[in-house]
């Protein structure tokens, strides 16, 4: 082979070995020896997936809290499998970010009679883009901030994402969340629908009213930054395109990403804003606060608007970590304060987890790939035979754990006990 080609190709190599060093053959994953131990005592409930741990793509951290004789919180996190450099797709757990950061942004505003309850109004300005003018699930028939946030946390509504993610705008989402540190966060895309390549850049104006009042209008937005990944993210042996199967992995590159450590500190923000560093914490009301805590861990069934829930969720529709996905009534003074999300045979829940009761919290997430086929698209993933078991046996597993350690202290959950809507 002339010295060229050898060059050239060598040079080809090391490339790629660039562009791939975030897959997990190049990752060192953590795995700390506590949970490890808890997790390898229960064989009946994870040694076939911890045998397979690659195939899964497993990752778990568990946060163990404990309060000093002042209430105040002390962390102290365990981890297995985690690497903030092996990709999972996350998912509707993005969802959590858009719905904090949505309250958020209509405090920074600071406009008189703009609030998480004034009327939304989201219009089109691109033929891609759809208007949303009355929403009749909600108590006025029309469409709110607030509102939206209620079917993001209790049914995981993709539409109403969507209409925040288009609030936002492509660049602030971004560009909030890594000023406030979270730089594994990337959100480039809404959800459930299919659009051109570029249209999720694209976001629509939007206009807050009062009776025939414009409190606040927001123009059309374009994000001219790309927050697709600098290297290929490739997953799967093959992926469907339509009814057409692809036989090579499926690039996520321009998909969202949220690492799971950055989820579960967001997650623990929000619960202990006491505690967060300047940088990350929130401009939230206690109002806010309440509200988020009320529809975080509030059920279907509990839910007044959108009414139809009640009739066609279960309890366990979007607590997966404790309850995977029983059909069985859950226990009232054991509550899930959390956001799952189920796509591309990933599986996912961030949770912070209380038994008010027994005066037991601890904050717990998770993700596992469900698609042991490794051929994406196809709708034909584990989450049955697999994930919602596993999630299940996980939470049990530390909650069980949880009980039957000494504290010190007990913890005052006061500050968590909402009421609900019923």
């Known amino acids: 082979m002339p010295a060229f080609f050898r060059i050239r190709n060598r040079l080809t190599l090391s490339l790629l070995g660039f562009f791939f060093m975030g897959s997990p053959a190049f990752s060192q994953p953590a795995f700390d020896p506590f949970l490890e131990r808890m997790l390898k005592k229960h064989p009946q409930r994870f040694g076939k997936?911890?045998?397979?741990?690659?195939?899964?793509?497993?990752?778990?951290?568990?946060?163990?809290?404990?309060?000093?004789k002042k209430g105040q919180p002390q962390f102290t996190t365990y981890r297995y499998g985690t690497d903030a450099n092996r990709y999972f797709?996350?998912?509707?757990?993005?969802?959590?970010a858009a719905a904090a950061l949505a309250l958020e942004k209509l405090n920074d505003l600071n406009i008189s009679g703009l609030n998480k309850h004034t009327p939304m109004l989201t219009l089109a300005a691109r033929p891609s883009q759809t208007e949303a003018f009355i929403d009749t699930t909600s108590a006025n028939g029309l469409p709110s901030v607030g509102h939206y946030i209620r079917?993001?946390?209790?049914?995981?509504?993709?539409?109403?994402?969507n209409r925040l993610y288009e609030f936002l705008g492509q660049r602030y989402f971004n560009e909030t969340m890594h000023k406030k540190g979270y730089t594994g966060f990337r959100a480039t895309h809404r959800l459930g629908v299919s659009l051109p390549p570029g249209e999720n850049r694209y976001t629509n104006p939007v206009r807050f009213v009062e009776g025939d009042r414009i409190v606040f209008e927001q123009k059309a937005d374009y994000c001219e930054t790309d927050y697709a990944a600098p290297a290929?993210?490739?997953?799967?042996?093959?992926?469907?395109?339509?009814?057409r199967i692809v036989n090579q992995p499926m690039d996520f590159r321009e998909k969202n990403a949220f690492a799971l450590a950055e989820q579960q500190l967001f997650l623990?923000?929000?619960i202990f804003p006491e505690r967060a560093s300047e940088q990350q914490k929130l401009n939230l009301t206690e109002d806010d606060y309440r509200f988020l805590y009320q529809y975080m861990s509030q059920l279907p069934i509990e839910t007044d608007y959108p009414s139809h829930y009640s009739e066609t969720m279960d309890d366990a529709s979007v607590k997966y970590l404790l309850f995977g996905k029983t059909r069985k009534r859950i226990p009232r003074q054991i509550r899930s304060f959390n956001k799952t999300g189920e796509a591309y045979g990933y599986l996912l829940d961030n949770a912070y987890i209380a038994d008010f009761e027994m005066g037991v919290e601890f904050l717990l997430a998770a993700v596992i790939y469900c698609n042991e086929d490794q051929v994406l698209n196809d709708n034909q993933y584990d989450y049955d035979a697999v994930g919602y078991q596993f999630m299940a046996d996980l939470g049990k597993t530390v909650l069980e754990y949880e009980l039957a350690r000494k504290r010190n202290d007990r913890p005052e959950l006061e500050r968590l006990e909402v009421e609900y809507d019923k």
């Open 49 to 68: 997936i911890l045998k397979e741990r690659d195939l899964y793509e497993l990752q778990i951290l568990y946060t163990k809290i404990d309060r000093d």
């Open 268 to 270: 623990r923000n929000l």
């Open 232 to 243: 290929p993210v490739l997953k799967g042996k093959a992926y469907y395109d339509g009814d």
């Open 151 to 161: 079917k993001v946390l209790v049914a995981s509504d993709n539409d109403a994402y």
């Open 89 to 96: 797709y996350p998912a509707s757990t993005i969802k959590l």
